[in-house]
């Protein structure tokens, strides 16, 4: 099991933002896990290491400091390949992972305010993907937008999209959109820059709102 920081919003530029998933989604026999919380974080932790198979465990920078959280004591394990779905809604289904599930679930609760409802995914694993999980959700809400911080062009939401396409087109009522980082080769140092790179909660909302009028 690997343990390795990635992401963003911590002014570290190309050295230290990158995020990495991309690079290891195609190696097979290859789990990746990239957990938001910090219950999910030591359960997942604890199946990491539990694994016979090879396990690459993302943890978001940002999230060190800024996310807090009771913990249960003693030994648990969450299954590697299972998202947990933060919040239900009708109106659309938002699958994210890591930071930006936060951003996302702050961006779905504002727009509660205006009788939007929003079904926010934490994907947790991002390989295995929890496909039934997003599935069921696309069938409900008939609309599906992905966010992660990761490249548009070959990102986790690709694959999102096309699997979703092939399984459940026809319970879509909407083009299904990402909200990703723009195709550059990683964030700058400049404030501006990071905040031009990675997607906002406020963009989060807008996405929403543009989705769920659709």
Same mark, same amino acid.
């Given at each position: 099991?690997?343990?390795?920081?990635?992401?963003?919003?911590?002014?570290? $530029?190309?050295?230290?933002?990158?995020?990495?998933?991309?690079?290891?989604?195609? +190696?097979? %026999?290859? /789990? *990746? @896990?990239?957990?938001?919380?910090?219950?999910? +974080?030591?359960?997942?932790?604890?199946? !990491? &290491?539990?694994?016979?198979?090879?396990?690459?465990?993302?943890?978001? /920078?940002?999230?060190?400091?800024?996310? /807090?959280? #009771?913990?249960?004591?003693?030994?648990?394990? *969450?299954?590697? %390949?299972?998202?947990? @779905?933060?919040?239900?809604?009708?109106?659309?289904? @938002?699958?994210?992972?890591?930071?930006? @599930?936060?951003?996302?679930?702050?961006?779905?609760? #504002?727009? #509660?305010?205006?009788? *939007?409802?929003?079904?926010? *995914?934490?994907?947790?694993? &991002?390989?295995?993907?929890?496909? %039934?999980?997003?599935?069921?959700? +696309?069938?409900?809400?008939? /609309? =599906? =937008? &992905?966010?992660?911080?990761?490249?548009?062009?070959?990102?986790? %939401? $690709?694959?999102?999209? !096309?699997?979703?396409?092939?399984? $459940?087109?026809?319970?879509?009522?909407?083009? &299904?959109?990402?909200?990703? !980082?723009?195709?550059?080769?990683?964030?700058?140092?400049?404030?501006?820059?990071?905040?031009?790179?990675?997607?906002?909660?406020?963009?989060?909302?807008?996405?929403?709102?543009?989705?769920?009028?659709?």
């Amino acid at each position: 099991m690997i343990r390795t920081p990635y992401g963003g919003g911590v002014r570290g $530029a190309l050295s230290h933002s990158v995020s990495v998933e991309a690079l290891f989604y195609h +190696v097979p %026999g290859l /789990k *990746i @896990v990239a957990p938001a919380f910090p219950a999910d +974080v030591k359960g997942l932790l604890n199946a !990491a &290491i539990d694994d016979p198979d090879p396990v690459l465990f993302l943890e978001h /920078k940002k999230t060190y400091r800024l996310i /807090k959280g #009771e913990v249960p004591d003693g030994h648990y394990t *969450i299954p590697i %390949g299972k998202a947990n @779905v933060i919040k239900e809604g009708t109106q659309l289904s @938002v699958v994210s992972y890591g930071l930006y @599930v936060h951003w996302a679930l702050e961006a779905a609760n #504002e727009l #509660e305010k205006d009788g *939007i409802s929003v079904e926010v *995914i934490d994907l947790r694993s &991002i390989r295995p993907m929890d496909k %039934g999980t997003i599935l069921s959700s +696309v069938a409900k809400t008939r /609309k =599906l =937008l &992905i966010v992660h911080e990761d490249n548009k062009f070959g990102g986790i %939401g $690709a694959e999102i999209s !096309a699997m979703v396409a092939e399984e $459940a087109l026809f319970n879509l009522d909407a083009p &299904i959109r990402r909200l990703c !980082a723009p195709d550059v080769p990683a964030m700058g140092y400049a404030l501006p820059l990071e905040e031009e790179y990675m997607s906002s909660p406020a963009e989060m909302a807008q996405a929403m709102r543009e989705l769920a009028r659709f």
